[in-house]
């Protein structure tokens, strides 16, 4: 079946620093990607999609100079939070369009800003 | 507005027991889908099952059952016999085509506790 694979899976990061975080497809090309983000005990919120060779559209309340997008090919999405900060702690998960599968989610990123 | 909600926070129950979740959605499109995902403390999602708008009959997977009725705009989740793997959140979610199917709308989710 498809894969997503999400890598890291945790990262502990000093506040003011930036951290990247990769999305991608093993085994199916991704025409659009998503990424999500969830507080401790909340849902999952779509923060932007982003479709391969163009700009992410980004979600109502989402900075997008802080949570930078690429997705430079159709197998690989990045999600870069620049200047990180405590509050900005969550589990960021992505998930992948392909023309086949359908959607399918990554295992996400734990990430902890101290 | 919530499109998706999921009323019951948190669920205890004892193995074996059979326990239903929830769902109740809200879209002003004809055609949509929904789904059901299950997040272990591990944190992935795993797929449970897509349903689209114009299939309404229930589905039977092993101990998993739904029950999709337009009727109350509701999806419920049922496991029979519940077991201790069983304990995770578990979230419905709604797609729709106005959206092109590309944005999920999630519940808040489910917190199932299964006690051996």
């Known amino acids: 079946g498809a894969v997503v694979s999400q890598h890291p899976s945790r990262v502990i990061c000093k506040s003011g620093t930036s951290v990247k975080i990769e999305c991608r497809s093993l085994?199916?090309?991704?025409?659009?990607m998503f990424w999500y983000r969830q507080f401790p005990k909340q849902s999952l919120m779509l923060m932007a999609t982003s479709n391969e060779g163009s700009k992410a559209t980004y979600e109502q309340g989402v900075e997008k100079d802080k949570f930078l997008i690429n997705h430079a090919s159709l197998t690989l999405s990045t999600l870069t939070v620049t200047s990180a900060h405590p509050e900005d702690s969550s589990f960021y998960i992505c998930?992948?369009?392909?023309?086949?599968?359908?959607?399918?989610f990554g295992s996400g990123t734990r990430l902890t800003v101290v | 507005a919530q499109k998706v909600t999921q009323a019951q926070t948190e669920i205890s129950v004892v193995e074996k027991e059979d326990v239903t979740l929830d769902c109740v959605y809200e879209?002003?499109?004809?055609?949509?889908?929904l789904f059901w995902y299950k997040q272990p403390p591990s944190g992935e999602l795993v797929f449970l099952i897509r349903r689209n708008s114009f299939d309404e009959q229930n589905e039977i997977s092993g101990r998993y059952s739904w029950n999709f009725q337009k009727s109350t705009s509701s999806f419920n989740f049922t496991i029979t016999a519940s077991q201790v793997v069983d304990s995770a959140v578990y979230f419905c979610a709604l797609s729709e085509i106005a959206d092109n199917f590309n944005k999920f709308y999630f519940g808040s989710g489910t917190k199932l506790n299964v006690k051996p």
């Open positions: 085994d199916f090309q991704a025409t659009t």
């Open positions: 998930s992948a369009l392909g023309r086949g599968p359908g959607y399918t």
């Open positions: 879209t002003r499109d004809t055609t949509y889908y």
